[in-house]
């Protein structure tokens, strides 16, 4: 029996059906069955649409003939009463068989008695429900009679049915599997006649329940606010003039309100490494924690107010409907590409990171749109970026605003956005003339309503993301920054000791020139170190791209996470100049052996571009893998994203020299 204090809740994939066609509704279908023998089904949580109850019905009708309990969770009742509908909760939960409890999660109405329903059904041994929505044994009696012999422990006659269709879907034996392959023989069962006559009949059966205790409205009733503010935001002319604008809004929001908190934070570290250097004794551990420990510390934390500011913008999007209105209007541009309208959502889920992104391109259908969508989606910049894109915007882009409003700062990082969206366009226009699947795709979208944010929920998903920033990003900044400064302050052979002989002598004969002595000493015992040595290994490939050597080891610790850049640059910076200011002032700083600046203009958009296009992330490609079922496919990505990263740095850098 079921311990209704200690439930486990899982969130399964959205669908209408018991039919899938998407990855993610087999996700969901394979529960429900049973045959998923990771998860144990004891009952079923229905979240209903009372506005379009119609719709529901059919999925709800599907599960109740699978005989598993369920309860269903009836919302936007406030919708649904704003079109003039009204549903007669219970008559409908005797004509079902099942609880419905009518809810708003928004408001907070109706949890409590959705628990005392799930609470009551889990802890009641006979609650499957007998009750038959149409008679399933007429579709194929014969057949379904058969599955019950081979599969004596199957519950219900509609589960039958799916094993008829789907059973090579399951886990089954081979024997099981030839005997159900024998039964469809014998008996002529035709899966997409069965499937059909099954719908119309749990149809009419609806439209019957639904005249009973469902009254709507007629067809000539006014069109209610959502319906008329979609004909301006959804027009083929301003609705993309709108979507621009609010993008324009997006980025010019983040850039400007995050800046008071990133200075005060950049200043707080700054002067806390100062004093801390100062308290402690010279020693390893004592260089340890200061250049190491809090050097990557500032690299994680600095960059939390952006990262909190757009997941606050985007969750006010979705909140509010906006966001399944961009995929609506994008499906046009989209097709052209061999994408769909489907294709957004995973897209715009990149700006935030692209591994779940790439997951939730499971609910495509076609599947060389969804396998475009896979290859594409980590071109968009996702949050790992923004902290690379921030400091090098900063360093190399003048602080100035256009008509006193327009940062132009805030303009290079829209810009850094909508060429990700451009390139990753163009890469799939170039890609479905070499992927060789034929097969037709429609695109079918329910647009919410437009809501009013919840501004707790922004505010949870804004604390919820720095958490997970500083948490599992700043995990590998950390462990790389502890790693680099042990690369940063040991070397091969003698070579270091040497140096410091050299530069103790030097200090003894000019104690004037302390100050200098040790810069010149930190910067020469970097370069004999394992981090220095390396970096000018790779500095011959990366030198016509405008990098020295030290951007050379960031380069290469960002396939760990593109974010670690900046750890790694503070890192080795505080190696070198364990001064009382800033990594911006550090790197600004930088200088060639020729004395030229590190970080020219030129310099600083081609790293721009480089970590835009290139595929940093190990992550990604592991779920590539996964999602794909080859090496094939993420061994392409990281191949082609590479090179067009590496063709478009040199590109920018010569343009701009």
């Given amino acids: 029996m079921p311990d209704a204090s200690n439930t486990t809740l899982i969130d399964l994939p959205g669908t209408y059906s018991l039919y899938p066609r998407r990855a993610d509704e087999w996700v969901a279908y394979k529960v429900l069955m049973g045959t998923d023998e990771s998860v144990t089904t004891d009952a079923v949580l229905l979240v209903a649409d009372a506005s379009n109850l119609k719709r529901n019905l059919l999925f709800c009708s599907q599960i109740i003939d699978l005989q598993i309990p369920v309860v269903m969770a009836l919302t936007m009742n406030d919708i649904a009463s704003s079109k003039g509908i009204k549903i007669d909760i219970a008559g409908l939960e005797k004509e079902l068989g099942i609880p419905i409890v009518a809810v708003n999660p ?10 005392k329903a799930l609470q009551q059904l889990t802890l009641n041994t006979n609650a499957g429900n007998d009750k038959k929505f149409i008679d399933v044994k007429k579709l194929a009696p014969n057949a379904i009679d058969g599955v019950h012999k081979i599969t004596p422990g199957l519950s219900g006659d509609y589960a039958a049915i799916h094993y008829l269709i789907n059973h090579e879907n399951f886990p089954l034996p081979k024997e099981m599997q030839t005997q159900i392959d024998a039964l469809v023989v014998t008996h002529q069962f035709n899966s997409t006649k069965t499937q059909a006559e099954e719908i119309l009949q749990r149809y009419s059966q609806i439209r019957d329940v639904m005249r009973k205790y ?5 067809p000539l009733e006014k069109k209610i606010f959502s319906d008329k503010l979609d004909n301006i935001l959804l027009h083929r002319v301003w609705g993309y003039v709108i979507l621009l604008a609010v993008l324009f809004i997006l980025f010019q929001s983040v850039y400007w309100l995050a800046s008071f908190p990133m200075d005060g934070i950049e200043w707080a570290f700054a002067k806390g490494g100062s004093s801390l250097s100062a308290w402690l004794p010279e020693a390893w551990w004592s260089n340890l924690i200061v250049n190491g420990l809090v050097a990557g510390l500032s690299g994680i934390l600095v960059f939390v107010p952006q990262i909190m500011i757009l997941f606050g913008l985007i969750t006010i999007l979705e909140d509010s409907g906006y966001m399944a209105r961009i995929s609506f209007l994008s499906d046009r541009l989209m097709r052209k590409v061999g994408l769909n309208g489907k294709s957004v959502m995973p897209m715009v889920s990149g700006f935030a990171c692209a591994v779940p992104a790439i997951m939730s391109a499971r609910n495509i259908e076609n599947k060389k749109e969804r396998l475009l969508t896979i290859l594409v989606t980590p071109l968009m910049s996702c949050s790992a970026r923004l902290p690379v894109f921030t400091i090098l915007i900063s360093l190399v882009v003048d602080n100035k605003y256009y008509f006193g409003f327009l940062s132009l700062q805030g303009l290079v990082m829209m810009g ?29 979208l329910e647009l919410p309503m437009y809501r009013a944010p919840r501004w707790k929920n922004v505010g949870i998903t804004m604390i919820e993301k720095a958490k997970i920033f500083v948490t599992d990003a700043g995990k590998v900044i950390m462990i790389i920054s502890l790693l680099l400064w042990f690369l940063s302050s040991y070397g091969p052979g003698d070579q270091i000791a040497n140096t410091t002989k050299k530069y103790e002598a030097l200090s003894r004969v000019l104690p004037a020139k302390k100050d200098s002595l040790d810069k010149q000493f930190a910067a020469e015992k970097l370069q004999h170190s394992y981090a220095g040595i390396l970096g000018k290994a790779i500095e011959p490939a990366i030198k016509p791209l405008g990098y020295d050597w030290k951007i050379g080891i960031a380069l290469i610790t960002s396939f760990a996470a593109r974010e670690v850049f900046v750890g790694t640059m503070a890192t080795l910076y505080s190696v070198e100049d364990s001064e009382d200011s800033s990594l911006r002032q550090k790197l600004a700083a930088a200088r060639h052996p020729d004395g030229t600046k590190v970080y020219t203009l030129a310099a600083g958009l081609s790293l721009m571009i480089f970590y835009l296009l290139a595929m940093q992330c190990m992550s990604t490609l592991a779920v590539v893998k996964r999602e794909t079922k080859s090496w094939k496919w993420p061994a392409f990505q990281l191949v082609y994203m590479t090179a067009l990263a590496y063709g478009m740095s040199w590109l920018t850098y010569v343009l701009f020299s």
């Fill in 214 to 218: 469902v009254v709507e409205p007629g």
């Fill in 106 to 115: 928004r408001k907070n109405k109706g949890i409590t008695e959705l628990k």
């Fill in 416 to 444: 850094l956005y909508l060429l990700g969206i451009v390139m990753a366009l163009l890469v799939s226009y170039i890609l479905k003339w070499f992927i060789s699947i034929q097969e037709k795709s429609f695109f079918i």
